[in-house]
Each structure stands twice: as structure tokens, then as C-alpha cells.
């Protein structure tokens, strides 16, 4: 059994829970395990969903929402209560996850949250988009207009770092660029997961000695174990 609630009580003091969705809209990541959190079952999803719902106790207004794909792939079931809940213990601040194909869409969560700023992530994982497409297997190009829409469109995105294949210029010029263009960055340190991208121990041993630093810069979270925000499927 996982953990599906929590509160991050350090850096951006939050309430975070994982909750159960449809099936990830695009689900072809190579590095994803996630997606087998996912359900077909509304009925299932939402009771579970409903009873993680019921910690939320509202003390820092903001709350982040993660399941395994985006917010479109939550029921309306589940989408309302959380509007209720918002309500109901005054949140301020609301995170969700989005995937890039959706970029266009996120005024209708917005609307139907209106009232409450809406912060949403997403998956980059890197801005090398050969890798991105030929090893990560998501597939989206980025130029420097697509950068500014999503910079305007988007509060965070997630890079993923210390895989095969990777270098130190890539993820050194992958950090640059999520600074430059967004409010916040996360990253996530890959831990393997038996799919077939693999971890690089040597990056993550320059990288924990080059960037730990970042810890304490507010807009970076970094994620040394991606269990660190508390909230996971076994």
C-alpha cells in the first residue's frame, strides 16, 4: 500500500496528495512506472480519491494535486470534490499536473476553479529534444516560441536527471533553462524503476557535489529520492 497524503512542511509548505485517474492520455514515457497506479474503474477511483480527499486540512492554503498523467484524466467526480474542498477549508493555491498535449486546454480548469490561483507542472524531464523524444520516448519538440508560451502558460516544469546518456552539459544547460524561463523548477534525481531508462551513478555523485546548493534556492525543488514529497505507490 502507498502513501497518498501528505505535508511538506520545509521549502513551499504544502499539502500534497496522489490521487488515482484514468489511464495517462499519452502513457508511453520509457522512464514511467507510474501509469499502473492508473484505473478504468470511476467507481474505484473515486472512493479512493474521496477518502485521501478527507485529510486535507487546509492550514497552509495550498495544496498540489499529482496523479499518474494530468488533470484532465481525473474524474469530474473527483474534480468537484476537490473544488468543494477547496472551498470548504480555503485554499488559496492549487498545483496540478498537466502533460504537454494539453498546453492549450488549461484555461477550462481555470475557469472551473475560479477564485483559486492555479499553478500547474509539467513533465520537460529535459530541453535536449532529441533525448526527450529518442530516449525518454515523449514526444514534443520545443523552440523558443513553444518556451514562451509554456512560460506563460505553465508556473514549473520537472527535469529528470542522472540517466544513461546523459551529460554534465545537458543537465547543466537543462537547469540554465528552466531558471530562465520558469518560476520554479523541479528536479528529480532518476532512481531506477525497472523500466529500461537506467540510472548513471557517476552523475549523480558530481551532480549531489555540484548542485546540492540548490536545496536552498526557492525556486528549485530537488528531489535527491523521488519519494522525497512523501506521497507513492508500491
Do not use: A
Given at each position: 500500500?502507498?502513501?497518498?497524503?501528505?505535508?511538506?512542511?520545509?521549502?513551499?509548505?504544502?499539502?500534497?496528495?496522489?490521487?488515482?485517474s484514468f489511464p495517462c492520455k499519452y502513457g508511453k514515457c520509457s522512464f514511467c512506472n507510474y501509469i499502473e497506479d492508473n484505473s478504468l474503474n470511476e467507481k474505484e477511483i473515486d472512493s479512493v480519491n474521496f477518502e485521501v480527499l478527507k485529510e486535507i486540512t487546509g492550514e497552509y492554503g495550498v495544496l498540489e494535486v499529482i496523479n499518474s498523467g494530468s488533470v484532465f484524466e481525473l474524474t469530474s467526480g473527483t474534480l468537484a470534490e476537490i473544488k468543494k474542498i477547496v472551498k470548504e477549508k480555503n485554499i488559496k493555491t492549487l498545483y496540478f499536473?498537466?502533460?504537454?498535449?494539453?498546453?492549450?486546454?488549461?484555461?477550462?480548469?481555470?475557469?472551473?476553479?475560479?477564485?483559486?490561483?492555479?499553478?500547474?507542472?509539467m513533465g520537460m524531464e529535459t530541453f535536449?529534444?532529441?533525448?526527450?523524444i529518442n530516449v525518454y520516448n515523449k514526444n514534443f519538440r520545443t523552440d523558443?516560441?513553444?518556451?514562451?508560451?509554456?512560460?506563460?502558460?505553465?508556473?514549473?516544469?520537472?527535469?529528470?536527471?542522472?540517466?544513461?546518456?546523459?551529460?554534465?552539459?545537458?543537465?547543466?544547460?537543462d537547469i540554465e533553462k528552466g531558471l530562465k524561463y520558469f518560476k520554479n523548477i523541479t528536479i528529480n534525481i532518476f532512481i531506477d524503476n525497472g523500466t529500461k531508462v537506467k540510472r548513471d551513478g557517476d552523475l549523480v555523485k558530481w551532480f549531489v557535489n555540484k548542485y546540492s546548493y540548490l536545496m536552498n534556492d526557492d525556486r528549485v525543488e530537488l528531489l535527491i529520492d523521488n519519494k522525497d514529497l512523501g506521497v507513492f505507490e508500491q
Open positions: 500500500m502507498g502513501i497518498r497524503y501528505n505535508k511538506i512542511t520545509e521549502k513551499h509548505q504544502r499539502e500534497i496528495v496522489l490521487l488515482k499536473e498537466i502533460y504537454y498535449g494539453y498546453i492549450k486546454r488549461l484555461d477550462e480548469i481555470r475557469k472551473y476553479f475560479e477564485g483559486t490561483e492555479i499553478r500547474f507542472r535536449d529534444d532529441d533525448f526527450r523558443e516560441e513553444t518556451l514562451k508560451l509554456m512560460s506563460k502558460e505553465l508556473y514549473s516544469v520537472c527535469l529528470l536527471v542522472c540517466t544513461q546518456g546523459q551529460t554534465k552539459e545537458m543537465i547543466e544547460k
